[in-house]
């Protein structure tokens, strides 16, 4: 894939309006505020594709880009306590419509985990979803520019403990930063892709 040809195709706001899935789809999920959208960004070697912001929560909507013949779909932060039951309902619409569709071609999910904290609830559940349904998932854990040697050690073996069965998940340390983690993400999509 050439990555550099990524063009943003379309925000839905509302699950009913996403067409059938007609081509196989990489799916970032994870925490609003984790760094799904610098992530997209930096894969796709642009500067604001996918829009990136400080406030978390903003942006209630599912966001297709597409690369050759595959889209990567941003799905929406989940988790920021400062947004109204409507905006909540609305997320819940988006994400648990996009994930239970089970007619989507989804190749893999891409669970993002900010590396420096625990999995929060909804991460756990999240996780927990993706293992029930036997969707493939790859966890990446995000922001590691902002951890030192030792807190990162430390964080990783508290993970080990945290996620229900972190030993078989393939794990990813990204930082949208220090480019850290783009090959290895790169290289997971290119395998999928040739299945
Ligand atoms: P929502 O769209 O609200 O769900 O958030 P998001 O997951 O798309 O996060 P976004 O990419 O907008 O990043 C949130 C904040 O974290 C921004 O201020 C980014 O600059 C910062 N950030 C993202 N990735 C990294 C990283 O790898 N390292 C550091 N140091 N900061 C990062
Ligand atoms: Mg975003």
């Not at 609003?32 to 929560?57: D, T």
């Amino acid at each position: 894939l050439n990555f550099n040809k990524a063009e943003f195709v379309t925000s839905y706001g509302k699950f009913s309006q996403i067409p059938k899935s007609d081509r196989p789809e990489f799916a970032f999920s994870g925490r609003s505020n984790v760094g799904k959208s610098s992530l997209i960004n930096k894969i796709f070697n642009r500067k604001n594709m996918a829009r990136v912001s400080s406030v978390p929560g903003k942006t209630v909507t599912i966001n297709f880009f597409s690369v050759e013949d595959v889209y990567f779909v941003d799905l929406p932060g989940y988790g920021y306590a400062n947004v109204s039951k409507a905006e909540k309902g609305k997320w819940g619409e988006l994400i648990g419509g996009y994930l239970g569709d089970f007619e989507r071609y989804v190749e893999i999910v891409f669970q993002l985990i900010d590396m420096r904290h625990a999995p929060s609830k909804d991460d756990i559940q999240m996780i927990n979803y993706l293992i029930d349904n036997e969707m493939p998932f790859v966890i990446v854990l995000t922001k590691a520019d902002k951890l030192k040697p030792t807190a990162r050690k430390a964080r990783m073996a508290a993970f080990a403990e945290e996620i229900p069965c972190f030993e078989d998940i393939h794990c990813i340390p990204f930082s949208a930063v220090t480019g850290e983690g783009v090959d290895e993400l790169k290289a997971v999509i290119e395998e999928v892709r040739q299945d």
